[in-house]
């Protein structure tokens, strides 16, 4: 299995980014994907949820997001793109995609190598 995430950048406060991110591999049953990010000086295992989207289309956003980022996946192709609108400098991190598959007796999560995002002030 592999994500491969694209998008990231350095950009203005204000500016727009968009991350896409292709899953490749063998999987059950793709359920939930999304975006985490891990914050600067925060370690990996302190990613914060930015915003997730079920099979279904269901979709969770943080507060902070709500409203200026927009998630959206393609269940065909096993991709995921998050929309990123009047970025902020609190938007500034590493941008990890995560795709949860549902197997049979148990779910398996996988995670992306992470894309940078720096919004300057």
């Known amino acids: 299995v592999q994500l491969r995430e694209s998008g990231g950048g350095l950009v203005q406060t204000g500016d727009s980014l968009t991350l896409s991110c292709a899953a490749s591999?063998?999987?059950?049953?793709?359920?939930?994907m999304g975006w985490y990010r891990q914050a600067p000086g925060d370690e990996r295992d302190e990613r914060d949820m930015v915003a997730v989207i079920t099979k279904g289309g269901r979709i969770v956003y943080s507060d902070s997001v709500k409203g200026r980022f927009t998630i959206s996946r393609d269940n065909a192709k096993n991709t995921v793109d998050l929309q990123m609108d009047s970025l902020k400098p609190e938007d500034t991190g590493i941008y990890y995609c995560n795709v949860r598959d549902t197997g049979e007796r148990r779910e398996y999560s996988y995670w992306g190598q992470g894309t940078q995002v720096t919004v300057s002030s």
């Open positions: 591999g063998s999987f059950f049953d793709i359920n939930a």
